[in-house]
């Protein structure tokens, strides 16, 4: 296994951050000074400096509820991004995970790049709930329809937890985070999305 998704894969930082370490020279495999591309067993002893063991002292987490229309990722002209709007400027901080520029609610951000594998991996099954509004009265059989999955074309949604909580609106929990999905669903049932909150 390459060093960089060893650090990974034992939660010590991103990929990424770990071939920072690496080029820096704070990481050593067997006393030797490691190298972008070497690759370890567990036969093998990894050390990282101390210096960067001190850095989680300094980790950030922050819980923000962010409004609609703004973007979490690469804002197109004319948009605001999150860390923008964000009351505390730290650029060292991005946002875990994405929330659609319509929808508001709850997102993570940090200076953390080993929490996004923890929160976000497709095996950890973690639960999201947002609470939604459409256009329409619903009933039992749209209820159903969200709960048992549905075939979006490109992919079949997994089952999820789907119940009312007033006229037009319901609370869906979902364990998976495909791009637009909860309007999607929603769209193949003739319903349109009119508030999205997580």
Do not use: W
């Amino acid at each position: 296994m390459r060093i960089n998704k060893y650090l990974s894969s034992q939660n010590y930082c991103s990929r990424r951050e770990a071939d920072g370490l690496i080029k820096a020279g704070l990481v050593k495999i067997n006393g030797q000074t490691a190298v972008l591309g070497d690759k370890v067993s567990e036969k093998d002893k990894v050390e990282v400096s101390q210096s960067v063991k001190d850095r989680a002292s300094k980790l950030k987490y922050y819980a923000y509820h962010k409004p609609a229309e703004i973007v979490t990722h690469t804002p197109e002209e004319g948009q605001y991004e999150i860390r923008e709007i964000f009351p505390i400027k730290d650029k060292t901080i991005f946002p875990v995970g994405r929330l659609d520029k319509s929808s508001r609610g709850l997102i993570i951000l940090t200076n953390d790049g080993r929490i996004t594998g923890k929160l976000l991996g497709p095996e950890m099954n973690r639960e999201k709930e947002y609470m939604v509004r459409v256009d329409k009265k619903i009933n039992g059989f749209f209820l159903n329809k969200l709960s048992f999955g549905l075939d979006l074309g490109d992919f079949v949604t997994m089952p999820c937890q789907a119940r009312q909580t007033g006229t037009d609106e319901f609370s869906i929990i979902l364990t998976e985070g495909k791009k637009h999905q909860i309007r999607r669903m929603c769209d193949a049932l003739g319903f349109v999305v009119k508030d999205l909150q997580r």
